[in-house]
């Protein structure tokens, strides 16, 4: 098989990995830059889409799908089956009232995504290529074996042991054994310093948060399931008080809550409450946490005089805070004194190295990260390729 990585190298994000076999071509992401990327390396999404059999997507962040429209509309594209759902929500709320440009157009292409199911191969003329469900900070997230040729290449999308799904992780790739080329992600490894706690772990620090002020605000992303599921767990250990959200969050939730009965109610939201006037007098009272978005919705209620002694949780990237990525409205609308607390979506440096050391690759592609050599800081003992964008290479 042969490899292209067509962006993705030395950057994280704007992920575009092309695999061809003797008879079949698949894209694995077509990502869009993250904001302010340094590096400006142009794929043409349409160009290279052209007799492409079929794109995968491994997640619904931007930076591994944003260019689906680019794609030939012959080409079919693939995605997990929650996934195109809560994609679809969250398109629905761009559009109206216009936060960004999203069309109908968008939401049409989106509804003709074909969708697969967590170990269930696909077949692709002589690629066969089996969805793995992985842990992420969004929903529904995975990594692809891809098989061709009696030869095995394991991509692993964006992942994290470290969450409730994580855990699992390592038994599965076990059933995988060894593979020829393992195409890994790697963004946390520039930052070696920073700590990360588990999921869990994020969960109990909440309960403490939440238990010590009676009016809690939450800034997290709306996609970020797993994050949510932490804060309302925490909240029900808490205490009595309600867990409000707004009707876009509300619809998100009530789907998840439908479609994942087989986590055993891990991610059953049921008792949380979208917002209406007739909860205000138990807000009071009773206490809450409220998830909040960077508008004048969620401002009324952190400056309202009847919520004045409250906590403002920040659960998100510090970076859309300050620095070069920093998000202005972001910026704007967090108070001074917010209590942060979050962890990252992405594997740790022993993350990585267990999965490598699980399916002992013949050698390593280094992807979504700042600088492929970082991946060398962890001294294993595979052959790493640093590939350059664009270069083929052949397994
Ligand atoms: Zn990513
Ligand atoms: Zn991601």
């Keep these: ?38 590096r400006n390396v142009k794929v043409n999404v349409s160009k290279i889409s052209k007799k492409c059999d079929a794109v995968f997507i491994s997640h619904y962040h931007l930076d591994h799908l944003g260019e689906y429209m680019e794609v030939k509309k012959e080409v079919p594209i693939y995605i997990g089956e929650q996934a195109k759902e809560v994609f679809t929500i969250y398109q629905k709320r761009m559009k109206e009232p216009k936060i960004a440009e999203v069309t109908q157009a968008h939401i049409d292409r989106v509804k003709k995504f074909k969708t697969f199911k967590s170990d269930v191969s696909i077949e692709i003329g002589d690629i066969k290529i089996t969805p793995i469900r992985v842990d992420h900070s969004a929903f529904d997230s995975y990594m692809f074996l891809i098989e061709s040729d009696k030869k095995k290449i394991l991509h692993t999308g964006d992942f994290r042991t470290h969450g409730p799904l994580g855990k699992e992780l390592p038994n599965i790739l076990e059933q995988i054994g060894k593979v020829d080329a393992l195409i890994c992600e790697h963004t946390t490894l520039s930052r070696l310093d920073e700590t990360f706690v588990s999921e869990l772990e994020l969960q109990e620090k909440a309960i403490n948060l939440i238990q010590s002020s009676k009016y809690i605000f939450i800034m997290c992303a709306s996609t970020n399931i797993d994050r949510i599921a932490s804060f309302y767990h925490a909240n029900k250990k808490a205490g009595t008080k309600l867990f409000i959200c707004d009707d876009y969050q509300k619809d998100i939730l009530d789907y998840i809550t439908e479609t994942s009965k087989k986590y ?19 807000m ?21 005089p009847n919520f004045k002694k409250n906590i403002f949780i920040y659960s998100q990237w510090l970076g859309y805070l300050e620095g070069n990525n920093a998000d202005d409205s972001i910026a704007k609308f967090v108070p001074k004194d917010y209590v942060y607390l979050h ?26 990260g700042e600088n492929s050599h970082d991946f060398d800081k962890l001294n294993l003992p595979y052959k790493i390729k640093h590939l350059k964008n664009q270069k083929t290479f052949n397994i």
């Excluded at 109610?265 to 909860?279: H, I, M, N, P, R």
């Excluded at 809450?288 to 309202?304: A, D, T």
């Design 264 to 282: 055993k109610g891990y991610y059953d939201f049921s008792e949380v409450k979208s917002f209406d006037s007739g909860l205000y007098k138990d």
């Design 343 to 368: 962890t990252s979506g992405h594997a740790t440096a022993k993350g990585i190295t267990e999965v490598c050391h699980i399916v002992k690759p013949d050698v390593i592609i280094p992807i979504h």
């Design 1 to 38: 098989m042969q490899i292209k990585i067509h962006r993705g190298i030395n950057q994280i994000g704007g992920c575009i990995t092309e695999i061809k076999s003797k008879k079949a071509r698949i894209l694995i992401d077509v990502g869009t830059n993250l904001p302010n990327c340094e």
């Design 284 to 304: 009071v009272t009773k206490g809450f946490c409220m998830l909040v978005r960077s508008n004048y919705f969620s401002k009324k209620f952190i400056q309202s």
